[in-house]
Structures are given as structure tokens and as C-alpha cells.
């Protein structure tokens, strides 16, 4: 019986085996016919999968055109961006130009003065008529042909024969140029007195940068986004004058001859009196200047006695300073220096200009060190390097100041012309790009004209194109106010 029973479960066993042994069959069968039918298409999807790959690096490589294509075109937006918004922002700062109106104040209303007018219209330099003092000279204001000037008076060389003030042999050049540089940041020179050795100026009400710097009582009347806007305009009236052949260097930039209108626009004096005298007498002002002076001086130019525009950056970097701490200039010098090296730098900001961003004040900080280097090489460009930090804090400045804070709505800047500085209501644009109102670019080609106002460059023709775009703009623009 047990073999019997043994038997029966080896049976069982052996066909439960072949069961199962047969089912494997069957799946190796299936399998196998499976794996036949994909070698059959094994040809045909690497066929697909070599065709993919080939479409693959093909769309990688139009993809990376492509992004380099709009990388190229952005940069080329973000620079032409760049270049209108700063263009229009100077153009809008522009001064109303002088037309045929015989009512409006002429350089050559000047060019005949004599000694006896400048007598006359200082009464006869009374004392209380200066109004200022400098290397080159004494500054008296008076009336001259019914208008308010200021009156400088260059120091005399002690030589009769004194061909070295280059105005008494060629005024009607040097003179004359000087008077036709006009920039919104710069005082207009109207003439000169060969006679007295004298240059006549526009008078500027408001006083000097010096004045609000030194006395605290009127510190506070410069808050600090006046204050940023100041070395703006500086700045811009620099870049003016280093790209102007008739006057490419001040030589003599500090904050007595930063002078602010009733606006508080800046108003740059003293420009080009370096080249109506001569390198000798440039070198003697130098030497002789008084010490406060010397303290906005390049030290090269100190060791030279050659006047660069690379001075200029110095003496501009030593304004900046300050008007950040309305200190004295050496001091400001190096306390910014320490203070930034401590992470200190609120502490010596002038706290009656309100309280200072204290990141846009460490980048004016650092700017103004950078400009203040012994080594004119390590001075940065004033172009690509001052303005390009300097110029886009311009709408942190306008966002403060210009926004009446009533009922006005701040003007878009481009809807100003640059000469007349108000809303254009025929906008045309000139032959250098930029657009002004018809009328005043006629008047200002009229007058004689043949350069762009913004630029100062020869214009290749004085055709007139009109901004329909920008018309219906302003159009636009009024109908919303």
C-alpha cells in the first residue's frame, strides 16, 4: 500500500511537471514568435531612431541660432534703449535758444564794452559788488545794457605788453566760440573787455554749491536727491566740454563755481578761461592758488602744470565727496575712505540732506574715491564709466523733485522739447535724431545755425521731418489728463 501510495504521488508529481512544462513551452513558443516579430522591426525603428537623432541635432542647432540671435537682438534693444533714453534726457534739459528777437540778451551786445562800462556797471568795483574770488581772479556783479551780469576780472601779468591774454588778440575768436557754447548746465559767457581784462557772464541768483555747503543753516535747502541731480548735471556739463574743441578741459571745477539758479539747476562758471590765458599763466594760478583751492586740484597736475580732462574727473570726484558729507575736501577724502572700510559710511553722510539710501550713497561713495586716484590711469572714463552710474539715478531724482505734489502729473520727458522745455505741440525731428518743436528748431536754423543743438555737431542737412508718432502721443496724452 505505501508503494502504492508513493506511486500515486509520483504520478501526480510527474503530471503536474508536464503541465507545467508544457505551459513553459507554450511561452517560450509565444516569446519566441514575439522576438521574431521585433527583429523584423528591429531594422525599421533604428531606421526611426537614427532619422530622430538626426532631427534632434538639428532643432539643437536652431536652437542655439536662435538664442544667440535673440541674445544679439536684445543687447542691441538694451544699447539703443540706453542711448534714446539718455538722449532724450539731456535734450530735455537744453535752455530755450536765443532767436531774432532783439528784446533777448546777445553776446554781441558785449563784445564792444569798455573799461568805462565795466567801471560803471561795478560802481566802480565797490565792494560790496563782489561777489567772489578765485585763481582766476575777482568776480563783481553788475548792469550791463539793462541786464544783471556777472563781471570776472582776470589778473593782470604785470606786463603792458600782455599778449599772453589771447582775447586782447583774438577776441573775436576765442571769445566768440566761448560765447556760442551753450549747454543748460553751463553759464553763458556773453563777452569780454580786451581793455580790462575782463569776461562778462550771465548772473546766476541762487549763489554757488559752496555757499549751501558750508553754512549748515542752508544745507538742508539741499536735499539729497538735489544733491544727486547736481553731480548729474555736473557730470553732463563735463562730458559737454571734453567733447567740445573749443573748450575741452575746465581746469578749475569746485563748488564756488557751481553756481544754482532759483531752481536749483545746475549752472557750471569759469569754463574755457584756461585757454584765454596762457600755459604759463595756467601753471602760475596753479601754484598760487589758495590752499582750499588746491584741494580740488589734480596732484599731477600740481607736478606738471598741464591741465587734462583727466583733471577734471579729480576735481569732479572731490565735489562728490562733498556733497555726500559736506566736509571739508581732504577730509571728506580720506573719512570716506576710512568710513567705508569700517562699513561705516552713514556715519559722515550729511544728515541735513535727509536720509541717504545708503546703497546709492556707497555707490557715489566708491565713485568718488575711484575718481580721486593719484594716478590719472586709474581714474575711470567719465562717459562709460562716471555717467553709466550716475545717469540712470537721474528718475530716482525727477521722481522726487519734478512730481508736483498736487493735482500736476509729471510730463513724460519726451514730450519736451529741448529748447522751448515745454510740451511740443508740432514735433519734428532734425537731422540729428532727436525731436524738437518746429518753430524752435526753424528759429534756431535761422539764426545761423548749422549745428544740432543737443550735440553741438555739424548737421549734414536742415531738413525737418515731423513725429507723427510722437504727435499722437502728446495728443493722446492730453485727452487722459
Given at each position: 500500500m505505501d508503494e502504492i501510495n508513493r506511486t500515486k504521488e509520483i504520478e501526480e508529481l510527474l503530471l503536474r511537471v508536464r503541465r507545467e512544462t508544457e505551459t513553459m513551452k507554450n511561452q517560450h513558443d509565444e516569446?519566441?514568435?514575439?522576438?521574431?516579430?521585433?527583429?523584423?522591426?528591429?531594422?525599421?525603428?533604428?531606421r526611426q531612431l537614427s532619422e530622430a537623432r538626426c532631427s534632434e541635432r538639428e532643432l539643437e542647432d536652431k536652437i542655439v541660432q536662435a538664442v544667440n540671435l535673440l541674445i544679439t537682438f536684445k543687447g542691441t534693444r538694451d544699447e539703443l534703449q540706453m542711448e534714446y533714453d539718455s538722449s532724450v534726457r539731456k535734450i530735455n534739459r537744453y535752455r530755450a535758444l536765443q532767436t531774432e528777437d532783439?528784446?533777448?540778451?546777445?553776446?554781441?551786445?558785449?563784445?564792444?564794452?569798455?573799461?568805462?562800462?565795466?567801471?560803471?556797471?561795478?560802481?566802480?568795483?565797490?565792494?560790496?559788488?563782489?561777489?567772489?574770488?578765485?585763481?582766476?581772479?575777482?568776480?563783481?556783479?553788475g548792469i550791463l545794457n539793462h541786464?544783471?551780469?556777472?563781471?570776472?576780472?582776470?589778473?593782470?601779468?604785470?606786463?603792458?605788453?600782455?599778449?599772453?591774454?589771447?582775447?586782447?588778440?583774438?577776441?573775436?575768436?576765442?571769445?566768440?566760440?566761448?560765447?556760442r557754447v551753450?549747454?543748460?548746465?553751463?553759464?553763458?559767457?556773453?563777452?569780454a573787455c580786451p581793455e580790462s581784462r575782463s569776461l562778462i557772464y550771465e548772473y546766476i541768483d541762487n549763489g554757488s554749491l559752496e555757499d549751501y555747503l558750508s553754512n549748515p543753516a542752508k544745507a538742508c535747502s539741499l536735499p539729497w536727491q538735489t544733491r544727486i541731480r547736481i553731480a548729474i548735471e555736473t557730470c553732463a556739463a563735463l562730458m559737454f566740454l571734453h567733447a567740445n574743441s573749443s573748450c575741452n578741459v575746465h581746469g578749475n571745477l569746485k563748488p564756488s563755481n557751481i553756481l544754482l539758479d532759483v531752481h536749483f539747476v545746475t549752472k557750471i562758471s569759469e569754463f574755457g578761461i584756461s585757454n584765454l590765458v596762457s600755459q604759463n599763466e595756467n601753471c602760475l594760478n596753479?601754484?598760487?592758488?589758495?590752499p582750499k583751492d588746491l584741494e580740488y586740484i589734480d596732484p599731477e597736475s600740481l607736478e606738471t602744470g598741464e591741465l587734462t580732462p583727466e583733471s577734471d574727473v579729480f576735481s569732479f570726484g572731490m565735489v562728490l565727496l562733498r556733497l555726500l558729507t559736506a566736509r571739508a575736501a581732504r577730509g571728506a577724502l580720506r573719512d570716506v575712505k576710512c568710513a567705508l572700510e569700517r562699513g561705516k559710511l552713514d556715519s559722515?553722510?550729511?544728515?541735513?540732506?535727509?536720509?541717504?539710501?545708503?546703497?546709492?550713497?556707497?555707490?557715489?561713495?566708491?565713485l568718488a574715491l575711484k575718481c580721486c586716484?593719484?594716478?590719472?590711469?586709474?581714474?575711470p572714463d567719465l562717459v562709460s564709466q562716471v555717467w553709466a552710474i550716475l545717469e540712470p539715478m537721474r528718475e530716482l531724482c525727477s521722481a522726487s523733485s519734478s512730481v508736483d505734489s498736487g493735482s500736476k502729473r509729471k510730463i513724460p520727458s519726451h514730450f519736451v522739447c529741448?529748447?522751448?522745455?515745454?510740451?511740443?505741440?508740432?514735433?519734428?525731428?532734425?537731422?540729428?535724431?532727436?525731436?524738437?518743436?518746429?518753430?524752435?528748431?526753424?528759429?534756431?536754423?535761422n539764426s545761423g545755425h548749422k549745428t544740432s543743438p543737443m550735440t553741438n555737431l555739424m548737421l549734414d542737412n536742415c531738413d525737418l521731418i515731423p513725429n507723427y508718432a510722437l504727435y499722437y502721443a502728446i495728443q493722446e496724452w492730453h485727452q487722459t489728463a
Open positions: 516569446i519566441l514568435k514575439e522576438l521574431q516579430l521585433i527583429e523584423a522591426q528591429k531594422p525599421a525603428l533604428e532783439p528784446s533777448v540778451i546777445s553776446p554781441a551786445h558785449f563784445f564792444g564794452t569798455s573799461f568805462s562800462d565795466i567801471i560803471e556797471a561795478t560802481e566802480n568795483f565797490k565792494p560790496s559788488q563782489k561777489v567772489g574770488e578765485g585763481r582766476y581772479g575777482s568776480v563783481f556783479k541786464n544783471k551780469v556777472a563781471i570776472k576780472m582776470l589778473p593782470s601779468s604785470g606786463s603792458q605788453s600782455d599778449s599772453e591774454f589771447k582775447i586782447e588778440a583774438s577776441m573775436s575768436t576765442q571769445v566768440e566760440i566761448l560765447s551753450r549747454h543748460p548746465n553751463l553759464v553763458t559767457l556773453f563777452g596753479l601754484y598760487t592758488s589758495d559722515i553722510l550729511d544728515m541735513s540732506a535727509g536720509e541717504w539710501p545708503l546703497g546709492i550713497a556707497k555707490k557715489l561713495a566708491n586716484e593719484n594716478d590719472s590711469m586709474d581714474r529741448p529748447i522751448i522745455q515745454d510740451v511740443m505741440t508740432d514735433p519734428h525731428i532734425a537731422g540729428d535724431g532727436y525731436t524738437y518743436e518746429a518753430e524752435a528748431i526753424q528759429g534756431w536754423f
